[in-house]
């Protein structure tokens, strides 16, 4: 699919601004991950399965987050290096 200049740095900046959204909503949710499991050691309940089930699926939910953000880097670095910008305007 052939883009105009304009569509291809309007699709890089819509790209951009949505990668920046989602690192800014992992943030949030490792934030809150770590608030959870030091409440859940100063109450003693970090020993407890289902705080321990709730845990791994918290940790699971950050890994799924940062696994999706990788993708979408690349995927954002593959468009812009085949429209001639930069490769790595998200390096890893």
């Known amino acids: 699919m052939n883009f105009s200049?304009?569509?291809?740095?309007?699709?890089?900046?819509?790209?951009?601004m949505t990668i920046r959204r989602y690192e800014r909503e992992l943030a949030k949710q490792e934030k809150?991950?770590?608030e959870n499991q030091l409440l859940a050691q100063r109450l003693g309940l970090d020993k407890d399965a289902e705080t321990q089930s709730l845990r791994a699926s918290e940790e699971a939910t950050v890994n799924s987050m940062r696994t999706k953000l990788v993708e979408m880097k690349v995927a954002h670095n593959k468009?812009?290096?085949?429209?001639?910008?930069?490769?790595?305007?998200f390096p890893e």
């Open 32 to 34: 809150l991950s770590a």
């Open 5 to 16: 200049e304009f569509e291809i740095i309007q699709k890089i900046k819509k790209s951009t």
């Open 79 to 89: 468009f812009a290096h085949e429209h001639g910008y930069p490769s790595e305007l």
